[in-house]
Protein backbone atom coordinates (compact mmCIF):
# COMPACT_ATOMS: atom_id res chain seq x y z
CA UNK A 1 0.00 0.00 0.00
CA UNK A 2 2.45 2.23 1.00
CA UNK A 3 4.59 1.88 -2.27
CA UNK A 4 1.45 2.12 -4.37
CA UNK A 5 1.01 5.48 -2.29
CA UNK A 6 4.65 6.64 -3.27
CA UNK A 7 3.91 6.01 -7.00
CA UNK A 8 0.63 7.31 -7.08
CA UNK A 9 1.95 10.87 -5.83
CA UNK A 10 5.26 10.81 -7.55
CA UNK A 11 2.89 10.26 -11.12
CA UNK A 12 1.02 13.48 -9.59
CA UNK A 13 3.89 15.49 -8.97
CA UNK A 14 5.04 14.82 -12.66
CA UNK A 15 1.47 15.93 -13.81
CA UNK A 16 2.25 18.91 -12.35
CA UNK A 17 5.27 19.78 -13.38
CA UNK A 18 4.18 19.39 -16.82
CA UNK A 19 5.97 16.21 -17.96
CA UNK A 20 3.14 13.82 -18.12
CA UNK A 21 0.87 13.76 -20.55
CA UNK A 22 -2.40 15.88 -19.94
CA UNK A 23 -5.75 14.55 -21.67
CA UNK A 24 -8.01 16.60 -22.75
CA UNK A 25 -12.07 15.87 -21.21
CA UNK A 26 -13.50 14.69 -25.03
CA UNK A 27 -16.66 17.18 -26.15
CA UNK A 28 -18.82 16.03 -28.57
CA UNK A 29 -19.03 18.69 -31.50
CA UNK A 30 -21.69 19.34 -34.27
CA UNK A 31 -19.76 20.96 -36.95
CA UNK A 32 -20.64 22.33 -40.40
CA UNK A 33 -18.46 24.32 -43.20
CA UNK A 34 -19.37 26.43 -45.35
CA UNK A 35 -19.54 24.72 -48.68
CA UNK A 36 -19.57 21.57 -50.47
CA UNK A 37 -16.04 19.38 -49.80
CA UNK A 38 -13.45 20.97 -52.19
CA UNK A 39 -10.30 22.31 -52.02
CA UNK A 40 -10.98 25.37 -49.76
CA UNK A 41 -12.02 22.81 -47.16
CA UNK A 42 -9.57 20.71 -47.30
CA UNK A 43 -7.62 22.17 -44.45
CA UNK A 44 -10.52 20.99 -42.25
CA UNK A 45 -10.62 17.40 -43.60
CA UNK A 46 -6.74 17.14 -43.15
CA UNK A 47 -6.81 17.95 -39.51
CA UNK A 48 -9.44 15.71 -38.76
CA UNK A 49 -7.79 12.51 -40.61
CA UNK A 50 -4.62 13.71 -38.75
CA UNK A 51 -6.14 13.82 -35.30
CA UNK A 52 -5.19 17.57 -34.55
CA UNK A 53 -9.09 17.80 -33.44
CA UNK A 54 -8.98 14.80 -31.21
CA UNK A 55 -5.86 15.44 -29.21
CA UNK A 56 -7.84 18.40 -28.14
CA UNK A 57 -10.75 16.42 -26.79
CA UNK A 58 -12.75 17.34 -30.05
CA UNK A 59 -15.20 14.11 -31.21
CA UNK A 60 -17.11 15.08 -34.24
CA UNK A 61 -20.68 13.84 -33.51
CA UNK A 62 -20.80 15.78 -37.70
CA UNK A 63 -18.61 17.07 -39.73
CA UNK A 64 -21.20 18.14 -43.00
CA UNK A 65 -20.99 19.94 -45.84
CA UNK A 66 -23.05 23.65 -45.67
CA UNK A 67 -24.42 25.02 -48.64
CA UNK A 68 -23.35 28.58 -48.28
CA UNK A 69 -21.76 31.07 -45.81
CA UNK A 70 -24.82 32.04 -44.54
CA UNK A 71 -26.79 28.97 -44.59
CA UNK A 72 -23.86 27.78 -42.02
CA UNK A 73 -25.00 31.28 -39.45
CA UNK A 74 -28.40 29.60 -39.70
CA UNK A 75 -28.02 26.20 -39.10
CA UNK A 76 -25.64 27.27 -36.07
CA UNK A 77 -28.43 29.75 -34.84
CA UNK A 78 -30.89 27.28 -34.77
CA UNK A 79 -28.93 24.72 -32.73
CA UNK A 80 -29.16 22.52 -35.27
CA UNK A 81 -24.55 22.37 -34.90
CA UNK A 82 -22.91 24.26 -32.27
CA UNK A 83 -19.88 25.39 -34.28
CA UNK A 84 -19.86 26.77 -37.92
CA UNK A 85 -17.59 27.90 -40.83
CA UNK A 86 -19.24 30.86 -42.25
CA UNK A 87 -19.23 34.73 -43.42
CA UNK A 88 -18.72 37.13 -41.39
CA UNK A 89 -20.58 39.85 -42.98
CA UNK A 90 -23.65 37.54 -42.74
CA UNK A 91 -23.13 36.61 -38.70
CA UNK A 92 -22.72 40.84 -38.62
CA UNK A 93 -26.35 40.79 -39.98
CA UNK A 94 -27.80 38.22 -38.14
CA UNK A 95 -26.68 39.68 -34.88
CA UNK A 96 -28.07 42.80 -35.75
CA UNK A 97 -31.47 41.14 -36.41
CA UNK A 98 -31.65 39.35 -33.21
CA UNK A 99 -30.11 40.75 -30.29
CA UNK A 100 -29.74 38.79 -27.46
CA UNK A 101 -28.91 35.48 -29.93
CA UNK A 102 -25.92 37.17 -30.93
CA UNK A 103 -23.37 34.39 -32.50
CA UNK A 104 -19.59 34.90 -32.30
CA UNK A 105 -17.00 34.65 -34.21
CA UNK A 106 -13.58 33.02 -32.35
CA UNK A 107 -11.32 32.62 -35.46
CA UNK A 108 -10.60 34.60 -38.45
CA UNK A 109 -9.61 32.32 -41.57
CA UNK A 110 -10.28 34.47 -44.81
CA UNK A 111 -7.85 37.48 -43.80
CA UNK A 112 -9.04 39.15 -47.63
CA UNK A 113 -12.52 38.12 -48.72
CA UNK A 114 -12.82 36.20 -52.25
CA UNK A 115 -15.44 37.75 -53.53
CA UNK A 116 -15.81 38.43 -56.83
CA UNK A 117 -18.57 38.96 -59.95
CA UNK A 118 -17.62 36.86 -62.75
CA UNK A 119 -18.23 37.50 -66.88
CA UNK A 120 -17.38 36.08 -69.88
CA UNK A 121 -14.68 38.88 -71.80
CA UNK A 122 -17.24 39.42 -74.46
CA UNK A 123 -19.97 40.45 -72.35
CA UNK A 124 -18.04 43.50 -71.97
CA UNK A 125 -18.47 43.75 -68.07
CA UNK A 126 -15.46 45.17 -66.89
CA UNK A 127 -16.93 47.97 -64.41
CA UNK A 128 -19.36 48.15 -61.70
CA UNK A 129 -21.49 50.70 -63.61
CA UNK A 130 -21.51 47.73 -66.91
CA UNK A 131 -23.56 45.57 -64.30
CA UNK A 132 -26.58 47.43 -64.52
CA UNK A 133 -29.20 46.48 -67.08
CA UNK A 134 -27.26 42.66 -67.37
CA UNK A 135 -28.46 39.54 -66.24
CA UNK A 136 -26.97 37.95 -62.71
CA UNK A 137 -27.27 34.49 -61.40
CA UNK A 138 -25.98 32.95 -57.97
CA UNK A 139 -27.38 30.91 -54.95
CA UNK A 140 -29.64 32.73 -52.59
CA UNK A 141 -26.92 31.93 -49.83
CA UNK A 142 -23.59 33.09 -51.91
CA UNK A 143 -22.27 35.61 -49.46
CA UNK A 144 -21.15 37.52 -52.69
CA UNK A 145 -24.61 37.81 -54.04
CA UNK A 146 -25.95 38.51 -50.51
CA UNK A 147 -23.40 41.68 -50.42
CA UNK A 148 -24.20 42.68 -53.95
CA UNK A 149 -26.45 45.41 -52.13
CA UNK A 150 -23.64 46.71 -50.20
CA UNK A 151 -21.39 46.54 -53.33
CA UNK A 152 -23.22 48.09 -55.16
CA UNK A 153 -24.27 51.19 -52.59
CA UNK A 154 -20.30 51.78 -52.03
CA UNK A 155 -19.84 52.34 -56.24
CA UNK A 156 -22.92 54.32 -56.44
CA UNK A 157 -25.06 51.77 -58.83
CA UNK A 158 -28.80 50.96 -58.59
CA UNK A 159 -28.75 47.16 -57.60
CA UNK A 160 -32.76 47.19 -58.52
CA UNK A 161 -31.78 47.68 -62.85
CA UNK A 162 -29.66 44.25 -62.05
CA UNK A 163 -31.93 41.55 -62.80
CA UNK A 164 -30.79 38.70 -60.95
CA UNK A 165 -31.95 34.41 -61.13
CA UNK A 166 -32.01 32.09 -58.13
CA UNK A 167 -29.46 29.27 -59.27
CA UNK A 168 -27.81 26.34 -57.39
CA UNK A 169 -24.76 25.99 -57.30
CA UNK A 170 -23.76 23.29 -59.67
CA UNK A 171 -25.50 24.92 -62.93
CA UNK A 172 -24.14 28.36 -61.93
CA UNK A 173 -21.11 28.86 -63.97
CA UNK A 174 -23.23 26.35 -66.78
CA UNK A 175 -25.46 29.06 -67.36
CA UNK A 176 -22.96 31.51 -67.51
CA UNK A 177 -21.14 29.20 -70.44
CA UNK A 178 -24.85 28.97 -72.29
CA UNK A 179 -25.42 32.79 -72.01
CA UNK A 180 -28.49 32.15 -70.14
CA UNK A 181 -26.63 34.71 -67.57
CA UNK A 182 -24.17 37.82 -67.95
CA UNK A 183 -22.60 37.14 -64.76
CA UNK A 184 -22.34 35.35 -61.44
CA UNK A 185 -21.28 36.33 -57.92
CA UNK A 186 -19.02 33.74 -56.60
CA UNK A 187 -15.64 32.99 -54.94
CA UNK A 188 -13.16 33.02 -56.94
CA UNK A 189 -11.39 29.98 -56.52
CA UNK A 190 -15.01 28.51 -56.83
CA UNK A 191 -16.28 29.99 -60.11
CA UNK A 192 -12.95 30.60 -62.17
CA UNK A 193 -12.10 26.51 -61.49
CA UNK A 194 -15.33 25.34 -62.63
CA UNK A 195 -15.35 27.22 -65.37
CA UNK A 196 -11.76 25.61 -66.37
CA UNK A 197 -13.99 22.28 -66.68
CA UNK A 198 -16.49 23.39 -69.06
CA UNK A 199 -13.56 24.67 -71.35
CA UNK A 200 -13.51 28.22 -70.62
CA UNK A 201 -10.05 29.89 -70.36
CA UNK A 202 -8.80 32.16 -67.69
CA UNK A 203 -8.30 34.67 -70.47
CA UNK A 204 -11.90 34.57 -71.74
CA UNK A 205 -12.85 35.69 -68.27
CA UNK A 206 -13.37 38.96 -66.48
CA UNK A 207 -13.23 39.17 -62.81
CA UNK A 208 -14.35 41.83 -60.56
CA UNK A 209 -13.09 41.46 -57.46
CA UNK A 210 -15.00 43.83 -54.77
CA UNK A 211 -12.04 44.19 -52.63
CA UNK A 212 -10.73 46.47 -55.80
CA UNK A 213 -14.12 48.43 -55.29
CA UNK A 214 -14.50 49.35 -52.13
CA UNK A 215 -15.26 46.27 -49.85
CA UNK A 216 -12.24 45.52 -47.57
CA UNK A 217 -13.77 43.64 -45.91
CA UNK A 218 -13.01 39.71 -44.06
CA UNK A 219 -14.66 36.82 -45.25
CA UNK A 220 -14.95 33.55 -43.28
CA UNK A 221 -14.82 32.87 -39.74
CA UNK A 222 -14.78 29.83 -37.02
CA UNK A 223 -17.94 30.67 -35.05
CA UNK A 224 -20.51 29.83 -32.57
CA UNK A 225 -23.06 30.47 -30.32
CA UNK A 226 -21.97 32.78 -26.87
CA UNK A 227 -23.98 29.85 -25.15
CA UNK A 228 -22.20 26.79 -26.55
CA UNK A 229 -18.55 28.93 -25.69
CA UNK A 230 -19.98 29.54 -22.79
CA UNK A 231 -20.83 26.17 -21.64
CA UNK A 232 -17.39 24.88 -23.28
CA UNK A 233 -14.41 26.91 -23.09
CA UNK A 234 -12.10 24.39 -22.83
CA UNK A 235 -13.53 22.81 -26.11
CA UNK A 236 -13.56 26.49 -27.84
CA UNK A 237 -9.89 27.00 -27.19
CA UNK A 238 -9.11 23.09 -28.39
CA UNK A 239 -11.21 23.64 -31.74
CA UNK A 240 -9.87 27.02 -32.49
CA UNK A 241 -6.10 25.61 -31.77
CA UNK A 242 -6.41 22.68 -33.82
CA UNK A 243 -8.06 24.32 -36.26
CA UNK A 244 -4.86 26.86 -36.80
CA UNK A 245 -2.79 24.17 -37.24
CA UNK A 246 -5.07 22.25 -39.82
CA UNK A 247 -4.61 25.77 -41.99
CA UNK A 248 -0.60 25.36 -40.75
CA UNK A 249 -0.27 21.77 -42.16
CA UNK A 250 -2.50 22.61 -45.49
CA UNK A 251 -0.31 25.96 -45.87
CA UNK A 252 2.92 24.24 -45.64
CA UNK A 253 1.92 20.68 -47.32
CA UNK A 254 -0.87 21.26 -49.81
CA UNK A 255 -0.67 18.04 -51.87
CA UNK A 256 -0.88 16.43 -48.33
CA UNK A 257 -4.56 18.12 -47.85
CA UNK A 258 -5.85 17.47 -51.21
CA UNK A 259 -4.83 14.05 -50.73
CA UNK A 260 -6.97 14.05 -47.30
CA UNK A 261 -9.74 15.93 -49.24
CA UNK A 262 -10.09 13.10 -51.93
CA UNK A 263 -9.76 10.18 -49.46
CA UNK A 264 -13.24 11.88 -47.94
CA UNK A 265 -14.55 12.93 -51.28
CA UNK A 266 -13.68 10.36 -53.90
CA UNK A 267 -15.29 11.90 -56.95
CA UNK A 268 -12.86 15.10 -56.15
CA UNK A 269 -10.62 15.80 -58.90
CA UNK A 270 -7.15 16.61 -57.08
CA UNK A 271 -6.04 18.93 -60.16
CA UNK A 272 -9.05 21.11 -59.61
CA UNK A 273 -9.23 21.41 -55.74
CA UNK A 274 -5.45 21.90 -55.89
CA UNK A 275 -5.95 25.12 -57.96
CA UNK A 276 -8.87 26.02 -55.53
CA UNK A 277 -7.12 25.26 -52.32
CA UNK A 278 -3.95 27.78 -53.77
CA UNK A 279 -6.50 30.33 -54.58
CA UNK A 280 -7.89 29.96 -51.37
CA UNK A 281 -4.44 30.27 -49.50
CA UNK A 282 -3.64 33.71 -51.18
CA UNK A 283 -6.59 34.88 -49.50
CA UNK A 284 -6.16 33.22 -45.85
CA UNK A 285 -1.81 33.59 -45.43
CA UNK A 286 -1.76 37.09 -46.33
CA UNK A 287 1.06 39.52 -46.43
CA UNK A 288 -0.82 40.49 -43.09
CA UNK A 289 -1.01 37.45 -41.61
CA UNK A 290 2.36 36.56 -42.15
CA UNK A 291 3.93 39.72 -39.97
CA UNK A 292 1.43 38.99 -37.12
CA UNK A 293 0.37 35.88 -37.25
CA UNK A 294 -2.81 33.46 -38.38
CA UNK A 295 -6.61 33.86 -36.89
CA UNK A 296 -6.84 37.26 -35.08
CA UNK A 297 -8.46 40.55 -36.44
CA UNK A 298 -7.61 44.45 -36.42
CA UNK A 299 -10.23 46.20 -34.45
CA UNK A 300 -10.09 49.02 -36.44
CA UNK A 301 -10.59 47.21 -39.90
CA UNK A 302 -13.18 45.18 -37.94
CA UNK A 303 -15.13 48.24 -36.71
CA UNK A 304 -14.87 49.79 -40.69
CA UNK A 305 -16.33 45.95 -41.63
CA UNK A 306 -19.31 46.63 -39.21
CA UNK A 307 -19.62 50.02 -40.69
CA UNK A 308 -19.56 49.22 -44.38
CA UNK A 309 -22.04 45.66 -43.96
CA UNK A 310 -24.36 47.87 -41.38
CA UNK A 311 -25.34 50.49 -44.00
CA UNK A 312 -24.73 48.20 -46.82
CA UNK A 313 -28.03 45.69 -45.63
CA UNK A 314 -29.63 48.87 -43.92
CA UNK A 315 -29.56 47.05 -40.50
CA UNK A 316 -31.62 47.88 -37.69
CA UNK A 317 -28.39 48.64 -36.06
CA UNK A 318 -25.13 48.80 -35.47
CA UNK A 319 -23.71 45.61 -33.61
CA UNK A 320 -20.46 46.51 -31.30
CA UNK A 321 -17.59 44.56 -32.42
CA UNK A 322 -17.51 42.88 -29.02
CA UNK A 323 -20.40 41.00 -29.84
CA UNK A 324 -18.56 39.90 -33.09
CA UNK A 325 -15.33 38.51 -32.41
CA UNK A 326 -13.75 37.21 -29.03
CA UNK A 327 -10.07 36.43 -29.59
CA UNK A 328 -10.02 34.96 -25.70
CA UNK A 329 -9.95 31.62 -27.14
CA UNK A 330 -6.94 31.91 -29.08
CA UNK A 331 -3.79 30.50 -28.41
CA UNK A 332 -0.56 32.81 -27.96
CA UNK A 333 0.78 34.09 -31.45
CA UNK A 334 3.91 32.02 -30.71
CA UNK A 335 1.27 28.99 -31.88
CA UNK A 336 -0.25 30.68 -34.60
CA UNK A 337 2.82 32.02 -37.09
CA UNK A 338 3.06 30.81 -40.48
CA UNK A 339 6.15 29.68 -41.78
CA UNK A 340 7.47 31.29 -44.52
Known amino acids: MRGMLIAAITLLATALAGTAPVHAQTSNVRFVLDFLLQGQQSAFVLGRERDFYKAQGINFTSFDPGRGGADSITKVATGTYDIGF????????????????????????????????????????????????????????????RLFDVFARVNGIDPARVRWTAVQPQVREPMLVRGDIDFTAAWVMTAVPGLAGLGVKRDELNVMMLLDHGLDLYANVVFTSRAFADRNPAAMRGFVKATIQAWQAAAANPDAAIAALKRAE????????MIRLKAALEFVITPSVRKSGFGDVDPARLRKHIDIVTDGFQLPRKVPSELVFDSKYLPPIAERKIAN
Open 86 to 145: GDLSSMIEFNAKNPGSELIAVLLIYEQAPLSLISLKKSGIVKPADLMGRRGGAPTVDATY
Open 266 to 273: PLSDPATE
